[in-house]
């Protein structure tokens, strides 16, 4: 049985910084992709960021790059995602991803994952 597990989230004010950590138990995705979702209150999911089997490419959102750095360390099976600069609106639930099948035409679509984490909250405010 495949697990995920998020950790790192927290209440940080604007122009602030957290990373999030994912480890994976039960499985191992190095030949995979991992990455990240998040939801706002009221909104739908919305892809953030992916990197791609053995760390060789990663994808972000364009709300998020340049502020956000996805990374893995395949030897822990595990995936951060370094958040700096953060705005109020990146305020949301933040979900850790993985899927061995997702392919290039499909790393932003969450349905293309077959695991997810429980989640970790992010709030940016004053």
């Known amino acids: 049985q495949v697990q995920l597990a998020e950790s790192g989230g927290g209440l940080v004010q604007p122009g602030g910084s957290l990373r999030l950590s994912c480890s994976a138990s039960?499985?191992?995705?190095?030949?995979?992709?991992m990455g990240w979702f998040r939801q706002a209150p009221g909104k739908e999911r919305e892809f953030v960021a992916v990197?791609?089997?053995?760390?060789?490419?990663?994808y972000y959102a364009e709300s998020v790059k340049g502020r956000f750095t996805i990374s893995r360390d395949n030897a822990k099976n595990a995936v951060y995602l370094q958040m700096n600069s953060l705005k109020t609106d990146d305020t949301a639930v933040y979900y850790c991803?993985?899927?061995?099948?997702?392919?290039?035409?499909?790393?932003?679509?969450?349905?293309?994952?077959?695991?997810w984490g429980q989640g970790t909250q992010v709030t940016v405010s004053e």
């Open positions: 990197v791609w089997r053995n760390g060789g490419n990663t």
């Open positions: 991803a993985a899927g061995r099948g997702v392919i290039l035409s499909s790393l932003r679509n969450g349905a293309a994952y077959n695991y």
């Open positions: 039960g499985g191992s995705f190095r030949q995979g992709a």
